[in-house]
T-cell receptor
Framework: NAGVTQTPKFQVLKTGQSMTLQCAQD?????MSWYRQDPGMGLRLIHY???????DQGEVPNGYNVSRSTTEDFPLRLLSAAPSQTSVYFCASSYDREEQYFGPGTRLTVT | SQKIEQNSEALNIQEGKTATLTCNYT??????LQWYRQDPGRGPVFLLLIRENEKEKRKERLKVTFDTTLKQSLFHITASQPADSATYLCASSSNTGKLIFGQGTTLQVKP
């Protein structure tokens, strides 16, 4: 099993550009989520999904969109990048909302 | 608002000693608490989960306690080793079922 994979590992965007962070898991987990991690702030939930076709907002959803067309994939879209979105982004999946399996992260810089 | 707090100051201890990390929660009663380990540049890795009706849980050199009166969880690593050096994150279920993370405590074990 590859577990949770994320691409790209690093990305630099200019303010106003859009992009999609990819996340995939091969564990057949229904529950998937996106977090951002900033120094001193811990992990903050952006969006999550409890199954294909179902998504909901987390703590910091503004400026981000998600969709879940398959069980395996949960992409995160930045609509118009802003410097405040400079962060490390982690995707996670779980079987039962409890033990979370995290991907390796995407380090995003917005200039 | 629902909050989880961990000591943001790094914990430095000598090899062989017991490390004790603290996680406090306020304004809610989580059904469970989780502990994760995070190494630099990597995603968090799940270690232990303890439910509100459990006072203590152990896994090898790790021990977690859950005190609902003090609204606190303690995470112990006995016979600590330099390889235990990492950031440890506490997380809990919120009233809405979403996971809330603390900001993490960095542990440095010196040989």
């Amino acid at each position: 099993n590859a577990g949770v994979t994320q691409t790209p590992k690093f990305q630099v965007l200019k303010t106003g550009q859009s992009m999609t962070l990819q996340c995939a898991q091969d564990m057949n987990h229904e529950y998937m989520s996106w977090y951002r991690q900033d120094p001193g702030m811990g992990l903050r939930l952006i969006h999550y999904s409890v199954g294909a076709g179902i998504t909901d907002q987390g703590e910091v959803p503004n400026g981000y969109n998600v969709s879940r067309s398959t069980t395996e994939d949960f992409p995160l879209r930045l609509l118009s990048a802003a410097p405040s979105q400079t962060s490390v982004y982690f995707c996670a999946s779980s079987y039962d909302r409890e033990e979370q399996y995290f991907g390796p992260g995407t380090r995003l810089t917005v200039t | 608002s629902q909050k989880i707090e961990q000591n943001s100051e790094a914990l430095n201890i000598q090899e062989g000693k017991t490390a004790t990390l603290t996680c406090n929660y306020t304004n809610y009663s989580p059904a469970y608490l989780q502990w994760y380990r995070q190494d630099p540049g990597r995603g968090p890795v799940f270690l232990l989960l303890i439910r509100e009706n459990e006072k203590e849980k152990r896994k090898e050199r790790l021990k977690v306690t859950f005190d609902t009166t003090l609204k606190q969880s303690l995470f112990h690593i006995t016979a600590s080793q330099p390889a235990d050096s990492a950031t440890y994150l506490c997380a809990s279920s919120s009233n809405t079922g979403k996971l809330i993370f603390g900001q993490g405590t960095t542990l440095q074990v010196k040989p």
